[in-house]
């Protein structure tokens, strides 16, 4: 089992290296968010399968302030994108 985590994670790794050259070619910046929300969740991923495969708490805390950080970079990315296009935010 351990070693069909370890697989598994190596496998989000190459999707996540994936995502990463739509980061740098990206057209808009929509399109980088996205990319940006697929490597956050990707290593969210690839954590919580090698927490799985070892017992290790920590990687288990760090995944989930990982998913808590990725939360407030997208309202961030929306409050700015809304700024910038003239729109004030609506509260």
């Given at each position: 089992?351990?070693?069909?985590?370890?697989?598994a994670?190596?496998?989000?790794m190459?999707?996540?290296?994936?995502?990463?050259?739509?980061?740098f070619?990206?057209?808009?910046?929509?399109?980088?968010?996205?990319?940006?929300?697929?490597?956050?969740?990707?290593?969210?991923?690839?954590l919580?399968l090698?927490a799985?495969s070892?017992?290790?708490?920590?990687?288990?805390?760090?995944?989930?302030?990982l998913?808590?950080?990725?939360?407030?970079?997208?309202?961030?990315?929306?409050k700015?994108?809304?700024?910038?296009?003239?729109?004030?935010?609506e509260?």
């Amino acid at each position: 089992m351990d070693s069909f985590l370890r697989i598994a994670a190596g496998l989000v790794m190459i999707a996540v290296g994936m995502g990463l050259a739509r980061i740098f070619r990206g057209s808009q910046d929509a399109d980088r968010m996205m990319a940006v929300q697929l490597l956050g969740t990707g290593g969210i991923a690839v954590l919580m399968l090698l927490a799985g495969s070892k017992t290790g708490a920590a990687a288990i805390d760090v995944a989930v302030t990982l998913a808590l950080l990725a939360a407030f970079a997208t309202v961030a990315f929306v409050k700015s994108s809304q700024t910038r296009g003239g729109k004030e935010p609506e509260e």
